[in-house]
């Protein structure tokens, strides 16, 4: 079955830098990669996705890459903010009522103001 | 957008009774829900697949007696802990995917268990 890893677990960066999260997968019928934020309590939210037939995609200050050969997908959040604080889990899925999302296991960000 | 509401959000219950988790699409038929346990500091681990009408296709290791699952309405999936004991404390969470987004999955806002 598909095993995501997830690195680094935790991660603390200054206010206003970047940040980097990275996974890898093993199953190569995964065809959808989703990143979570999950605050304290709550359940996960999506923040951005990307599909297997696109290599990058972005949304403002977050930014996803796929490199399929590799089997692995990253995060990236420019200009971080204190309320980017929380901890993020990519996964993975071959997709719809096909599939069900196998996460990492997590990295908890904190931005330093 | 797709809302998925889930309840309780906290339940605490005392050893050996059961409880009921309740997840409810809103405005959108969710043909597949997946339900999900997470253990504080830890990752999401998928416990079950239920498919509206049908039977719900368990995980291994998790005990489909002690976890009854139903999805009997393309709006409401329930988990019911049976018997419930302190180690099934945990974080409950459930996901539920539309036909007409192949990709998408909503997430509820889970429920915390405390068994005493």
């Known amino acids: 079955g598909e095993n995501v890893e997830q690195h680094p677990s935790t991660l603390s960066v200054q206010e206003g830098d970047s940040a980097v999260i990275k996974c890898t997968y093993s199953d190569s019928a995964s065809n959808y990669f989703p990143w979570y934020k999950q605050e304290l309590g709550k359940g996960p939210q999506l923040i951005i996705d990307i599909r297997s037939n696109v290599g990058e995609k972005k949304d403002q200050r977050i930014a996803v890459t796929l490199n399929k050969t590799a089997k692995h997908f990253s995060l990236h959040i420019t200009e971080t903010q204190p309320e980017d604080s929380a901890v993020y889990f990519c996964a993975a899925s071959r997709g719809g009522s096909q599939g069900n999302l196998i996460f990492g296991k997590g990295t908890k960000l904190s931005v330093k103001p | 957008g797709a809302v998925v509401s889930q309840h309780p959000s906290r339940v605490i219950c005392k050893s050996g009774t059961s409880v009921k988790i309740e997840c409810r699409s809103l405005d959108f038929q969710a043909t597949t829900m997946f339900w999900y346990r997470q253990f504080p500091k830890q990752s999401l681990m998928l416990m079950a697949t239920?498919?509206?009408?049908?039977?719900?296709?368990?995980e291994q290791g998790v005990e489909k007696d002690k976890f009854l699952i139903n999805h009997a309405s393309l709006t409401l999936s329930t988990l019911t802990v049976t018997s419930a004991h302190p180690e099934d404390s945990s974080f409950y969470i459930c996901?539920?995917?539309?036909?007409?987004?192949?990709?998408?999955?909503?997430f509820g806002s889970g429920t915390r268990l405390t068994v005493v």
């Open positions: 239920s498919n509206e009408g049908s039977k719900a296709t368990y």
């Open positions: 996901s539920a995917s539309r036909p007409q987004d192949f990709y998408g999955y909503t």
